[in-house]
């Protein structure tokens, strides 16, 4: 039901068509592209778009549509794993905090107010300066700051099934807490965690390529599409072409999952108009 | 009323001390030290002195007390890098930031309510449409390459606008040279915010169209202009004020990679330097103070809201 309400728009189905195309293509980047993304050619910097070179050439002479690709490799795992991270977190306390109620929910959630309050994208400069600018480290970053959304929706929805006849009825057969939580109360949760996964992938990329671009993201010569933009920047009057492709290739996916995650919550969060 | 000020005077303490404790345990978790530190050239104990006499010899829970004893009289210490009060540091920059802060807010607040409810009273309408396209166009784009992406248009393709700095070096100043260094930055910044400020300005909009005083006020025989503006919008801009306050962790956020597009002498820059760096202090003390902004702003945000909506019941 939900499919065919989702194919019914035909944004939604374009965004999900472009981001199965651009998984797909960055996954098989070597099978795409012939050119490897950080080997350097002296004395071919900075060439403009030709038959060889689709999208021209960057500074170091390396081939622009084969680092755009192997970029959208670690954007989008980063995106995804950063998401994963922050639903995992904000599911635990969400759970906890709607499930157990008393002093067990009042402290979390006070904790969620208060990152919300506080400006995290300059501890967030600061944790990767300090920890270092490891792949892994930006993914623990990411998630970490975020989880806050997907932690209220999970509490509220927990609130919401907790008392339902089903749960109590499941209650007084005898299920363990972890039973019930997991079989009975999270379930119920999922088109809303779909939702908030989606919008937050979209989110992790936008973060990733904020950090990049300032220089404590992916470090070079890995080919991210924020540090491909915060190199574009130093030849902009030679070669503007450079930072316009990563720029469009983020646009394109964020908006992408932001257009999904749109349509999930019209299609499987059905609210009275 | 006053015992509601209090409660939420004492809350925002507590956050502030929480945050604190927060950045100082995340910048002394590292390995390696302050920046200052690592200079290849000094030799084991001049390092072990170094440590000594900036006291981060001492145990963490030491430390965090000398510096919240500090910060309690006035003082935030001073930066390793640049050798000067931080203090002194930060009251230099902030100005600036205030200023683009401030023409960012101002320019998304305006423009958002403009569109939202426009949107609204022309609901699944072209304009509606057009206005959900631009939403999510601000809220997909990444700020800084908005940001290149103006520059090579304005300054470098049409030449009308500057790319960089907040006024022209060796120009006597002006207020047009001013504003034109302003424009782009500001620009930016608001399109980054105006995506949520649209979005809930149009569907608090919706709401009070549809509520049961609205009808009675039509049922009355008021004019419809003074239905929808009289008591329809002011009711709708209510829910606003607390998005405004959401908003602005965001834009401080925002701000740090705007300043760095635009080479803007604020203290967004000084805070992605700062982190670079390692500049205890320094840092520490650009989170005190933008956290603090944050916080006033939510609980200004917070008493308006019992002052605009008698509806709003205190606990």
Do not use: C
């Amino acid at each position: 039901m939900a499919r065919a309400a989702l194919s019914r728009n035909p944004l939604a189905v374009a965004s999900a068509a472009y981001l199965i195309a651009i998984s797909l293509t960055a996954a098989g980047a070597p099978a795409v592209t012939p050119y490897a993304p950080d080997r350097i050619v002296l004395g071919a910097g900075l060439e403009p778009p030709t038959p060889r070179h689709w999208l021209g050439t960057d500074q170091n002479g390396r081939d622009e549509f084969t680092r755009l690709l192997y970029g959208a490799r670690i954007s989008l795992v980063i995106g995804v794993v950063s998401m994963l991270v922050s639903v995992g977190v904000g599911t635990a306390v969400g759970t906890v905090a709607g499930y157990s109620g008393g002093a067990l929910d009042a402290l979390p959630m006070r904790l969620t107010d208060a990152m919300l309050a506080i400006p995290l994208f300059f501890l967030l400069l600061t944790a990767l300066a300090v920890l270092g600018s490891t792949v892994v480290n930006i993914v623990l970053v990411i998630g970490l700051s975020s989880w806050m959304a997907a932690a209220r929706i999970v509490r509220s929805e927990v609130l919401r099934t907790v008392h339902l006849d089903y749960v109590t009825a499941a209650r007084s057969l005898g299920a363990g807490t972890w039973r019930i939580v997991t079989r009975h109360v999270l379930p119920q949760a999922m088109p809303s965690m779909l939702v908030a996964s989606t919008l937050g992938v979209g989110q992790a990329i936008l973060t990733e390529s904020a950090l990049s671009y300032l220089g404590v993201g992916v470090q070079p010569p890995t080919a991210s599409w924020g540090n491909m933009l915060s190199h574009a920047q130093n030849y902009i009057f030679a070669s503007p072409l450079l930072a316009l492709w990563p720029g469009i290739a983020i646009l394109l996916t964020v908006l992408s999952f932001n257009y999904l995650g749109d349509a999930l919550r019209d299609t499987l969060t059905p609210r009275p108009a | 009323m006053q015992r509601y000020i209090a409660g939420r005077l004492a809350q925002s303490v507590v956050l502030l001390v929480v945050v604190s404790m927060l950045a100082f345990g995340l910048i002394h978790a590292a390995p390696g030290g302050p920046g200052v530190l690592l200079a290849p050239e000094m030799t084991g104990e001049q390092i072990a002195a170094a440590e000594k006499s900036l006291g981060l010899d001492q145990p963490l829970p030491v430390q965090y007390a000398r510096w919240l004893g500090n910060v309690l009289r006035g003082r935030l210490g001073t930066s390793y890098g640049q050798g000067l009060p931080v203090t002194q540091l930060i009251a230099a920059r902030l100005p600036a930031t205030l200023e683009l802060v401030m023409t960012g807010l101002a320019l998304s607040v305006i423009a958002g309510i403009l569109i939202g409810v426009t949107s609204a009273l022309n609901r699944y309408s072209l304009v509606d449409h057009l206005a959900t396209g631009v939403a999510f166009f601000g809220m997909s784009v990444p700020v800084f390459w908005l940001g290149l992406m103006l520059i090579i248009a304005f300054s470098i393709g049409l030449h009308l606008l500057p790319s960089s700095g907040a006024y022209t070096l060796g120009a006597p100043p002006s207020l047009g040279d001013r504003l034109a260094h302003l424009a782009l930055p500001a620009l930016v910044l608001a399109a980054a915010n105006l995506a949520q400020i649209t979005r809930y300005a149009r569907s608090s909009m919706l709401e009070v169209l549809g509520a049961d005083f609205l009808r009675t006020a039509r049922a009355k025989g008021l004019p419809s202009r003074a239905v929808i503006y009289h008591h329809g919008l002011r009711n709708a801009l209510i829910p606003i004020v607390t998005v405004v306050a959401l908003a602005i962790p965001r834009l401080v956020g925002g701000v740090a990679i705007t300043e760095s597009v635009f080479a803007w002498p604020g203290m967004g820059q000084l805070a992605v330097d700062s982190a670079l760096q390692r500049d205890y202090p320094l840092i520490m003390g650009i989170t005190l103070a933008v956290s603090v902004i944050v916080v006033a702003a939510n609980f200004l945000a917070d008493l308006s809201y019992v002052f605009l909506d008698p509806r709003v019941e205190l606990r």
